[in-house]
């Protein structure tokens, strides 16, 4: 398979494991980033700059560098996750200065921008992807998979540890 071809396949992998958890996602050319986020966020809404090169939240609409009363009042909050897992529907967000985790953790819906080519087909691929990353000195990552849920009180328990609701969007590539 090309490798076009390969980061197709990951893209609608990592699509249906986030369909079996009840997470949306969106897959968007760059240009419709900004509009894109206006769709799905939920005002209040707080953001750690994302990750990459090529794509700001600059068009969105979001508080960036929030304080800690923005934080708590936020519906949402927007991250960049550079790392996915196709077999899985997860992310790695990692902790940054710019406030990630706790973007991340805090507001009761979360919506992760991940580009297409980020997408891992497995854990053997997350996982070299990780060792690069510790090796780099960049240390600190969490890996979600769907809402923050328990079921250790009896029935299965949605936002305890984190958002209730995720939202990806993915962005492709070479657009």
């Known amino acids: 398979m090309s490798e076009g071809g390969a980061v197709t ?13 009840d997470t949306p996602t969106t897959v ?13 966020v939920e005002a209040p809404a707080v953001g750690a700059e994302l990750p990459f090169d090529d794509l700001s939240l600059a068009d969105a609409p ?23 897992i196709a077999s899985l529907g997860t992310v790695a967000v990692e902790s940054r200065a710019d406030g990630d985790e706790f973007v991340g953790l805090y507001p009761s819906r979360h919506v992760v921008v991940i580009r297409a080519s980020d997408i891992r087909t497995d854990l053997s691929e997350a996982f070299d992807w990780l060792r690069a990353e510790f090796a780099a000195g960049r240390r600190s990552f969490v890996l979600a998979t769907g809402p923050s849920s328990t079921g250790d009180m009896g029935a299965l328990v949605q936002g305890v540890h984190g958002p209730e609701e995720v939202h990806i969007v993915i962005v492709r590539d070479n657009e």
């Open 28 to 40: 968007v050319p760059p240009d419709e980033l900004g509009a894109t986020l206006a769709d799905v």
């Open 9 to 21: 396949g990951s893209v609608t992998e990592f699509r249906q494991s986030l369909s079996d958890l």
């Open 62 to 84: 979001v508080t960036l560098d929030p304080s800690p009363s923005q934080l708590r009042a936020a519906a949402t909050g927007v991250t960049g996750s550079r790392m996915g």
